[in-house]
């Protein structure tokens, strides 16, 4: 039976299941733990059979354990392939094959890693016009993130400011001017993890080498009491490679026929 994660005592059996997964505890558990207690931010949580559990928000779902082997397996997964449809979920992230009916394998997100207690190599400063900001005021670093999308853009400004207000990480940005022009921020973490996204560059000015400071930068200060970990496209995997960030698996997606 799928159940709602409602209360305290659910939120932490759904940290439990995830706990030392890359990705799913840093991501999952720091937003069940802020936005499960707050139906109306758009993000439902639940317990699926046997040890896996479920995030859903809009038309996309992550998927994290395994569900029971043998016949509870088989009505497991036909429970889940029903509940999927029913709420329109498109889009499917998940930890291994989740063996549904009616969906396509898409291609996988590559994680990377900086181990905790590693550094990596800083690279070359950014021009000295530039200035960066440690504590950036959110709305004009959201219209960066998502310069085409007003709806992304206040998602994500509410969803980084509640995060930022719990201490659930950090946000660092090169201004131009009155202008960012480069962001990367830690969102979410766990205990062991710490979890880099929003990384972005202004278009014009692309190819200084700005993200691959700020993003060492960032890593190699949080990897001194976490693991820090992201996911990116597989034809971003060899920019990381050379930054030196280490392969740590990879976020399967899938996509419904």
């Given amino acids: 039976m799928i159940r709602s994660v409602t209360d305290p005592v659910q939120r932490r059996e759904f940290a439990?299941?995830?706990?030392?997964?890359?990705?799913?505890?840093?991501?999952?558990g720091t937003r069940c733990a802020l936005f499960g207690p707050h139906p109306a931010s758009g993000w439902r949580f639940y317990l699926l059979p046997g040890e896996a559990v479920l995030a859903l928000r809009g038309g996309t779902a992550t998927l994290c354990g395994r569900l029971p082997e043998g016949e509870a397996g088989a009505e497991a997964r036909e429970e889940l392939e029903g509940f999927l449809r029913f709420l329109a979920v498109e889009r499917l992230v998940a930890?291994?094959?989740p063996d549904l009916p009616g969906w396509a394998a898409d291609s996988p997100l590559l994680l990377r890693e900086l181990p905790r207690g590693r550094t990596l190599p800083l690279p070359p400063a950014p021009p000295p016009e530039l200035r960066l900001d440690l504590h950036p005021p959110m709305q004009p670093v959201s219209r960066l993130v998502f310069p085409q999308d007003r709806a992304e853009q206040e998602q994500f400004y509410s969803q980084a400011c509640t995060a930022l207000a719990h201490g659930f990480g950090v946000c660092r940005t090169l201004w131009a001017g009155?202008?960012?022009v480069c962001t990367v921020g830690c969102y979410e973490q766990s205990g062991g993890e710490a979890y880099l996204?929003?990384?972005?560059?202004?278009?014009?000015?692309?190819?200084r080498g700005l993200a691959s400071w700020l993003i060492v930068g960032l890593a190699d200060d949080l990897a001194a009491a976490r693991t820090v970990r992201f996911a990116c496209a597989p034809a971003l995997g060899p920019f990381y490679d050379r930054l030196g960030f280490a392969e740590a698996g990879a976020l399967l997606q899938f996509t419904r026929k």
């Fill in 197 to 207: 996204s929003a990384g972005v560059t202004a278009p014009d000015w692309r190819g």
């Fill in 178 to 180: 009155e202008r960012p």
């Fill in 16 to 28: 439990r299941r995830i706990a030392g997964k890359p990705y799913f505890a840093a991501v999952l």
């Fill in 95 to 97: 930890e291994a094959p």
